[in-house]
């Protein structure tokens, strides 16, 4: 049985495909297209799929959309209608597109993919559920999805055992923590959907959060069932494009922050008292949750399930003892979840664990070395694995900056180790360094570490049980005081890292490098941030990781084999 997922038409479009209940491809269109964030139809997504099968589009047996498109658009009517006049120019924005496209996914796949054969649409946070879940090690959990919003749920909450999925509970739209958080991250300065991680790495600068605290705590009302609402006389999103007005910045004491205007204080206080006002949500539910279904496990999925900074005090705040979020919790995730619920839901199989991350193209050394002469490059290939990590570890020793690029692309908005740039983490300049030279983006952002799994105890404060999804980068840990100073280029202002944790057995290369360069100076973590600069994705072919070498002052660049010198 093959099943091709497709989630398309908000943001992040992406497609999956799996063949008898194995996950065999799946990417985000952004990396073919080269737009953040592509939401148009993924034509290149699904044309990879389907050659990484060697199959035509008739040979699959069912295609599985993320969401039930007429249910969003009855959502989007009733809210146009309820908040009109006000709502009239976003109506007008928004409703040819939807007659147009986002209603005709069946027409589509027929007419411009030539598909004939059946079409299963899931709902939103049900494939959002079924992403986590079904590339879980549980056999039983319970199930919380959180979002913007999907057709009307922007929150879910459930229980999953064996291949019975089941969400029980649905906060809806308007009454969302995603859109509270994008609403801050546009107060801010910051761009919604795209962005919300500046605040995280924001909310650490924020030294008196306290002043704000209530204010933004009074935005949402939790209630005795573990439901919750917005205040929405704070928010515009349901009428407007601008998510907030001017009665939050009446009660935040000032007006919104300009893109890219300095950053002062009360912003740092700002972000800092909303990071905690979401985490404090977020454990209020969980804990509510954990009554009703007391399993030791946790599945945690949807957009918001990237807070890695609330994730890695989730098991410390609540009853869990474990805890698993998929590589790519948010919509571009969900077209894999669309595609796993319906496969479990009609073979009755319970979930099988996630083999890899790394579910996206490969290249070969033909592809390679042809990119390369397109250039005009020198490069020197080195087919002795031993020697290249013995010359890589020297160089990252010697404070170079190496844009690493192997094998297949990883599945989800995290580099790990595939489209990379690494460096070593003992020199605090470093952290300057790539920001100014290389990714061109905020100073205050950290970049995050990448450790050898048998160390992680050695320089993190973790969770008793460090969860599997720590290897997605999908966790935030303190350091221990004593090794800070041994790593500095990695370590927030707040003394934490988002780690990511890595073994033998998922990432052998990568494993290797990190441990020639541990061999070589004991310590088994070295500096790992995505391949790419600022507003670009994540490179995904040799051409795309040559320009971006070229464009930058990365010093070296390896692809599989082959070695750059700038």
Known sequence: ??????????????????????????????????????????????????????????????????????????????????????????????????????????????????????????????????????????????????????????????????????????????HSLGLFYSAMTAYLGFAVNNDEYKVMGLSAYGKNPKEYYQKIKGLIKLNSDGSYQLDTKYFSFEYREKMFNQHLCKLLGGPARVKDSEMISRYENIAAATQQVFEETLFFILNKLHKKHPSKNLILSGGSALNSLANGK????????????????????????????????????????????????????????????????????????????????????????????????????????????????????MQDIINAKVKHREMFRPFAPVILREHTKDYFITDKNIPISADYMLLVYPFKKKVQSKVPAVVHVDGTGRLQTIDKESNPKYYQLINAYYKKTGIPLILNTSFNVKGEPIVCTPEDAIKCFLNTEIDYLVINNYLIKK
């Not at 699959?60 to 993320?66: G, K, L, M, P, R």
């Not at 006049?85 to 147009?100: A, Y």
Request: charge should be positive.
């Open 1 to 174: 049985m093959v099943i091709l997922g497709i989630s398309c038409f908000y943001h992040d479009s992406a497609a999956a495909i799996i063949k008898d209940g194995q996950i065999i491809a799946a990417a985000q269109e952004e990396r073919f297209t080269r737009v953040k964030h592509d939401n148009t139809f993924p034509y290149k997504s699904i044309e990879f799929c389907l050659n990484s099968l060697g199959i035509a589009i008739n040979e699959v047996d069912y295609i599985a959309f993320y969401e039930k498109p007429i249910l969003k658009f009855s959502r989007i009517l009733e809210q146009h209608v309820a908040h009109f006049p006000k709502s009239i120019k976003i109506f007008f924005d928004t409703i040819p597109e939807w007659l147009l496209r986002k209603l005709r996914i069946k027409e589509i796949l027929k007419s411009e993919l030539h598909y004939h054969g059946k079409i299963v649409y899931v709902p939103h946070h049900l494939s959002h559920a079924a992403a986590s879940y079904f590339t879980s090690p549980f056999q039983e959990a319970s199930i919380l999805t959180l979002d913007g919003v999907g057709e009307w749920a922007t929150t879910t909450y459930g229980y999953a055992k064996d291949h019975h999925l089941k969400l029980e509970k649905q906060i809806n739209f308007p």
């Open 314 to 429: 989730i098991l410390k705040n609540t009853p869990f003892k474990n805890l698993y979020i998929t590589p790519d919790p948010g919509d571009g995730g969900a077209s894999l979840g669309a595609a796993l619920y319906l496969y479990h839901h009609l073979t009755k199989t319970p979930p099988m664990l996630l083999p890899s991350p790394y579910l996206g193209p490969e290249f070969t050394p033909w592809q390679i070395n042809t990119a390369i002469k397109k250039f005009k490059l020198k490069s020197s290939l080195i087919s002795n694995q031993n020697k290249l990590y013995d010359l890589l570890s020297d160089l990252l020793i010697n404070q170079k900056v190496i844009g690493y690029f192997q094998g297949r692309m990883e599945w989800g908005p995290r580099a790990l180790g595939n489209r990379s740039i690494l460096a070593a983490a003992t020199s605090q300049e």
